[in-house]
C-alpha cells in the first residue's frame, strides 16, 4: 500500500531533550516536506526537500533540522524543543514538487512541557 | 512572501445545500492552486486542484474555479451531505521557490 508513515505518532518531552521525529514513503517520491498545524494558522511549511541531499527552508525553519539521505526518509529533528513546538506536525511528499499531489502521513502531536 | 487568505474560518450548512470556500493569494506567479480536505484526525488529503491556464474545474460535486486577475480562487460543493464535514484547505505553489503555500482553513459543517 503506497503510504506516507510517521513515527511517533504521539509525543510528550521536555525542553531541552532533543528529539527526532521518522517519516518515510514507499511511492520513490522525489519531493517531501514537514509542515507544522495550530488552531488558526492552518498548516505552515517547515522544510521541504526536492530530492536527495537537497534541502530548503520553509516559512517557518527555525528550531528544526532536516536531512534527506535516502530518498524515501525525511526526519525532522528538534535538537533543543521548546514549549513553542508543542503542535501537530505532519509530513508529505510528492511526485517531484509543490505542484503536484501532496500524501500526507497521520500526523505525530508533540507535546513539550 | 506569498500569502494565502481563507474565508470563512466556519462554516454550517444544511444538508443538499452549497458551500463555498474562497481564498486569495498574493503572489501573481503562484500557478497551482490545490484543495486539501482533513477529516478528524487524519492527515490532509487532495481533492481537487486548478492550474493557472484553467479557469474552471469540475469533478462530480466538487468545483474550482480560478480568477487570475483578482488571484482569488473558489471551491464550491453541491448538495452537501454529512459526510462533506471536514477542515478544508486551500493553498498555491509558489514556481519559483516550489513553497506550498496554505491557507488557514474552513470548518464546514453539514448539519442533516
Known amino acids: 500500500e503506497a503510504q506516507v508513515t510517521q513515527n511517533p505518532r504521539y509525543l510528550i518531552t521536555v525542553t531541552g531533550k532533543k528529539l527526532t521525529v521518522t517519516c518515510s514513503q514507499n511511492?520513490?517520491?522525489?519531493?517531501m516536506s514537514w509542515y507544522r498545524q495550530d488552531p488558526g494558522l492552518g498548516l505552515r511549511q517547515i522544510y521541504y526537500?526536492?530530492?536527495?541531499?537537497?534541502?530548503d527552508k520553509g516559512d517557518v525553519p527555525e528550531g528544526y533540522k532536516v536531512s534527506r539521505k535516502e530518498k524515501r526518509n525525511f526526519p525532522l529533528i528538534l535538537e533543543s524543543p521548546s514549549p513553542n513546538q508543542t503542535s501537530l506536525y505532519f509530513c508529505?511528499?510528492?511526485?517531484?514538487?509543490?505542484?503536484?499531489?501532496?500524501?500526507f502521513g497521520p500526523g505525530t502531536r508533540l507535546t513539550v512541557t | 512572501g506569498e500569502n494565502v487568505e481563507q474565508h470563512p474560518s466556519t462554516l454550517s450548512v444544511q444538508e443538499g445545500d452549497s458551500a463555498v470556500i474562497k481564498c486569495t493569494y498574493s503572489?501573481?506567479?503562484?500557478?497551482?492552486f490545490p484543495w486539501y480536505k482533513q477529516e478528524l484526525g487524519k492527515g490532509p488529503q487532495l481533492i481537487i486542484d486548478?492550474?493557472?491556464?484553467?479557469g474552471e474545474k469540475k469533478d462530480q460535486r466538487i468545483a474550482v474555479t480560478l480568477n487570475k486577475t483578482a488571484k482569488h480562487f473558489s471551491l464550491h460543493i453541491t448538495e452537501t451531505q454529512p459526510e462533506d464535514s471536514a477542515v478544508y484547505f486551500c493553498?498555491?505553489?509558489?514556481?519559483?521557490?516550489?513553497?506550498?503555500?496554505f491557507g488557514t482553513g474552513t470548518r464546514l459543517q453539514v448539519f442533516p
Open positions: 508529505a511528499s510528492s511526485y517531484r514538487a509543490a505542484s503536484y499531489e501532496q500524501y
Open positions: 511511492m520513490n517520491h522525489e519531493y
Open positions: 526537500s526536492m530530492n536527495v541531499e537537497v534541502t
Open positions: 503572489d501573481s506567479a503562484s500557478n497551482y
Open positions: 486548478i492550474r493557472s491556464n484553467v
Open positions: 493553498a498555491a505553489s509558489m514556481r519559483d521557490t516550489d513553497k506550498l503555500i
